[in-house]
């Protein structure tokens, strides 16, 4: 089945210590979205890519980054992780159809990466 | 800049009855998508239904449908036949049709309990 799968589920790590999360579509959608989620909020969008066009939230911190090296594939760094970054991070991916009625273009979400800052 | 309202952070249900959660959104625009996603304890959020804004047809989906009231700026839930799977978070999102937006705008969301 088309999917979206996100690495780890479970990620620990230490404040400060760089981290990154994967995630990987087989959906074939051109844009792919970072979210996090913390408990009991709704998503809060930090960017999205575009096919190759990286659209950043004007209120993501400088602390998180993203890489997108191909179609399926898209990274979440984060450069120094504070006790304030722990979270759910959920990977989307939608497509656009340009032109065409009735295109929902409706985000298909992962799992999630539950992230742990000790 | 649009908003999304859900008026019910919490909600409950006794099994195999039926619920109504409510949203309502702010917008000036004409045209648009309104989306109900739903996050069980599993936390991977999954889409419940969707509606276009020029289709004056409520959308259904199973035992999911909803009432959507365009002048209101109203887009409720409506769940038959509740079951214990159906207890999760439920979310709703607006996107607007304007250009290429890709974003969602979401409400807080409501959390659901269904009681056996």
């Given at each position: 089945?088309?999917?979206?799968i996100?690495?780890?589920?479970?990620?620990?790590?230490?404040?400060?210590?760089?981290?990154?999360?994967?995630?990987?579509?087989?959906?074939?959608?051109?844009?792919?979205?970072?979210?996090?989620?913390?408990?009991?909020q709704?998503?809060?969008?930090?960017?999205?890519?575009?096919?190759?066009?990286?659209?950043?939230?004007?209120d993501?911190?400088?602390?998180?980054?993203?890489?997108?090296?191909?179609?399926?594939?898209?990274?979440l760094?984060?450069?120094?992780?504070?006790?304030?970054?722990?979270?759910?991070?959920?990977?989307?991916?939608?497509?656009?159809?340009?032109?065409?009625?009735?295109?929902?273009?409706?985000?298909?979400?992962?799992?999630?990466?539950?992230?742990?800052?000790? | 800049?649009?908003?999304?309202?859900?008026?019910?952070?919490?909600?409950?249900?006794?099994?195999?009855?039926?619920?109504?959660?409510?949203?309502?959104?702010?917008t000036?625009?004409?045209?648009?998508?309104?989306?109900?996603?739903?996050?069980?304890?599993?936390?991977?959020?999954?889409?419940?239904?969707?509606q276009?804004?020029?289709?004056?047809q409520?959308?259904?989906?199973?035992?999911?449908?909803?009432?959507?009231?365009?002048?209101?700026?109203?887009?409720?839930?409506?769940i038959?036949?509740?079951?214990?799977?159906?207890?999760?978070?439920?979310?709703?999102?607006y996107?607007?049709d304007?250009?290429?937006?890709?974003?969602?705008?979401?409400?807080?969301?409501?959390?659901?309990?269904?009681?056996?």
């Amino acid at each position: 089945d088309a999917m979206v799968i996100q690495n780890p589920r479970y990620q620990v790590t230490q404040f400060g210590k760089p981290v990154t999360l994967s995630c990987s579509q087989t959906l074939n959608h051109n844009v792919m979205y970072w979210y996090q989620q913390k408990s009991s909020q709704a998503p809060k969008l930090l960017f999205h890519y575009y096919d190759k066009d990286f659209n950043n939230e004007a209120d993501t911190p400088d602390n998180f980054q993203s890489r997108r090296p191909n179609t399926s594939f898209c990274f979440l760094d984060i450069r120094s992780p504070g006790l304030g970054d722990a979270a759910m991070y959920l990977c989307a991916t939608s497509r656009t159809n340009l032109g065409l009625a009735g295109a929902y273009n409706e985000q298909f979400f992962g799992p999630g990466t539950r992230l742990t800052v000790l | 800049a649009q908003t999304v309202t859900q008026s019910q952070p919490e909600m409950s249900v006794q099994e195999a009855e039926t619920v109504t959660l409510s949203c309502t959104y702010d917008t000036s625009e004409s045209d648009y998508y309104l989306f109900w996603y739903k996050q069980p304890p599993s936390r991977q959020m999954i889409l419940v239904i969707r509606q276009e804004a020029y289709k004056q047809q409520n959308a259904t989906e199973n035992r999911f449908s909803v009432n959507f009231q365009k002048a209101a700026k109203s887009f409720s839930l409506k769940i038959s036949d509740s079951q214990l799977g159906d207890a999760a978070m439920y979310f709703c999102a607006y996107r607007s049709d304007a250009g290429n937006n890709r974003k969602l705008i979401w409400g807080l969301g409501t959390s659901l309990a269904v009681n056996p």
